[in-house]
T-cell receptor
């Protein structure tokens, strides 16, 4: 069963539009993450959060922003979408213990035309 | 930074064994995870190693040598459904970030 939900599953949008990708988890996990992955390529960490009101940039520079107002919710926003933002965006969460694994959502496949 | 290296692709026959190696260079190493990812799907957790040695979970086993910066994932009795990418990920003691390797695409042939 899915305990971490991402919406929408697929999104096709025109250049210049503002979009928000939603991610929610019901496991009470403190730590949440956004990864970007092009088809057949590696996962790149773009944002993460240790808890409410804490967000950090990841290893890959991204023009997106995130917020963490509630434990269960970690949305990602692109103020002005560009074709270079076309990719799959994967949200994940994990418990607070040092070696707890990541649980991934099903991802949002974004296409910017 | 962290360097995590895995072979890009491997091919094996149904019923055989395949070993996927992962080498890493990082300071403050805290553990290593293995994930499976089928095409178009999200990664799913397979195993983790914190201490040196072998962890066995059914047909899958994972090994870690901290001193050598080396891990492998062993897949036994390969099935066609095991065709997927296998991702090695390292977590550091400080920061709680998981950094992934490029993944190894395994193709199982009849």
């Amino acid at each position: 069963e899915a305990d971490i939900y991402q919406t929408p599953r697929y999104l096709v949008i025109g250049t210049g539009k503002k979009i928000t990708l939603e991610c929610s988890q019901t496991m009470g996990h403190d730590k949440m993450y956004w990864y970007q992955q092009d088809p057949g390529m590696e996962l790149h960490l773009i944002h993460y959060s240790y808890g409410v009101n804490s967000t950090e940039k990841g290893d890959l520079s991204s023009e997106s922003t995130v917020s963490r107002i509630r434990t269960e919710h970690f949305p990602l926003t692109l103020e002005s979408a560009r074709p270079s933002h076309t990719s799959q965006y994967l949200c994940a969460s994990r418990a607070g213990t040092a070696i707890s694994p990541l649980h991934f959502g099903n991802g949002t496949r974004l296409t910017v035309t | 930074g962290q360097n995590i290296d895995q072979p890009t692709e491997m091919t094996a026959t149904e019923g055989a064994i395949v070993q996927i190696n992962c080498t890493y260079q990082t300071s403050g190493f805290n553990g290593l995870f293995w994930y499976q990812q089928h095409a178009g799907e999200a990664p799913t957790f397979l195993s983790y190693n914190v201490l040196d040695g072998l962890e066995e979970k059914g047909r899958f086993s994972s090994f870690l040598s901290r001193s050598k910066g080396y891990s492998y994932l062993l897949l036994k009795e390969l099935q066609m459904k095991d065709s997927a990418s296998y991702l090695c990920a390292v977590i550091k003691a400080a920061g709680n970030k998981l950094t992934f390797g490029g993944g190894t695409r395994v193709l199982v042939k009849p």
